[in-house]
């Protein structure tokens, strides 16, 4: 079966994207294009900047440590894609591999002296994360073999010892070459390197061992926190384990880290990472929009980790995270045409960011889309996400179908076979249509913001709630399911001990997170304030809306010192001006007209 993620066990089981076929629409539009522009994009620039050339033995080597990643993770988006330009790719990896399994452009003749930082570990996970995508889909190849065997290496190497990578990818590379084997030291090493972490199983560095989550074991730790993507990959991994050998602590464990973290590490996007000097987590709270890193990758990796904790447990709040996630922070990164991309999502932007002018320092601090990075990290793992995006629509719960996320396309399960059509995330409307006569059960995920849903079958119609709407039958082919999604604009308030952005609100559709944007000679953004409950009209731009709401324009009175003896305030103060018409778009859609500013969080005018 083809699919980034198959347990061998757990509450639901994955569909093969061969049985969740999307067609054009919000996510199919976007696969289209992944395929036909961003995976040649970036082939493209890997060529551009020698990344490719380090395969081929070209001196001197160029790019950073781990480099040799981006090219596993395109060859992984090439095999979900069924790209040809991957036998090519694959052959020029395959050349550069040593005897012993050995494969890295960097560290060849110092071998394993830096775990800490040298990520050689790391691009064997992805490395071979692209092998199982490729034996998945094709069978084996020479990319499958160069896998293997450095899986094997790695396995001789560190099965005995305490030793671990700085990065992990690793543990969850193995366990799922171990699910497409049956090899059981590919688990084996999975579980102790999960289980070497925080021992501790690295050396101390200038940020702290919880940066690379080395300062307790993963059984311990009661959030996630430091660097935020090697966070979320070991999160994954470490379900992985717990799936694969029945590990029900270890699984409660992360269960309550994503809990935690949700509930106070996460952004109203779904983004991950507060903290750009680390890349991190922050401390409970800790959320600024304008300094929000939300790097691209950390949704990747909350995505990623969402959807194994769904497939173990069933719990839909897992499943709503992810639409979260994909709509505003995946969504967000690549600009429409496909061919540049956000590093870090921040939700507040108060100065326009230069065009870019070729490759961009990936610390920059957000606000521009570019071609490249000089850690470019985010656009292969973009190209592999939606190359596979198919794999977080549905599942089967034994002989029935669950949907999770709603896009147009064909599902097929046993003997249901279905079609949605749906203009979703704009409209509400989800309409499942049942081609072939069959019995099964049927689901739809009712995301938690729609409270007052409806699910039509059979000639009647019935409220439903936040959860999954269930129907149980034999099935004619004809035969239809509608749910009904609200799809009113709202207005959502912060928790008040995010000091950050208390006294604001932002604003929601659907599943879609709105901003207000301010490009050339509109208004700045630090003059606007809001009054919430105030009419959010909707507009229509083709199948796109976009909202407008009554706005407070005016700036504080100019003085020498941004302080005063009494509250500042919008009411008509200091010349502002009510009654002026604010635009939001739909967050995943800024930064396309050119240099802007932007803002989520809106300050409160009373």
Known sequence: MANPVLPSSGVLSPLGLDAVRITPGFWGDRVALNREVTIAHCQEWMERTGWIGNFRGERPRRGREFSDSEIYKLLEAMAWADHPALPELAETVARAQEGDGYLNTRWSGSRYTDLEWGHELYCYGHLIQAGVARLRTHGEDPLTRTAVRAADHVCRRFMEGTQTDGHPVIEMALVELYRATGAERYLEMARRFVERRGLPALGEIHLGRAYFQDDVPVRQATAFRGHAVRALYLASGAVDVAVETGDEELLKAIEDQWERTVARRTHVTGGMGSRHADESFGDDYELPPDRAYSETCAGIASIMLSHRLLLATGDVRYADLAERTLHNVLATSPALDGRSFFYANPLAVRVPAPPPDGMVNHAAQ???????????????????????????????????????????????????????????????????????????????????????????????TRPVGPGYAEAVGSWRAGDELVLELPMEARWTYPDRRIDAVRGCVAVERGPLVYCAESAGDEPPLAEVAVRPGSALAEHAEGEVVELETEAVLGAPAAGSWPYRSGPDGWDGDHGAEPGAALRLIPYHRWGNRGPATMRVWLPVAD
């Open 366 to 460: 957000g606000g521009l889309r570019s071609p490249w990075f000089d850690v470019s990290c985010c656009p292969s793992n973009i190209a592999r996400t939606l190359a596979s995006v198919a794999a977080y629509v549905a599942t089967s719960d034994g002989d029935g179908v669950r949907i999770h996320q709603f896009t147009p396309g064909e599902i097929s399960h046993g003997e249901l076979r279905l079609r949605v059509e749906t203009g979703y995330p704009w409209s509400g409307t989800v309409r499942v249509r049942v081609l072939d006569d069959g019995t099964g059960r049927i689901s739809l995920r009712v995301p938690a913001w729609a409270s007052s849903a409806t699910l039509a079958h059979g000639g009647g």
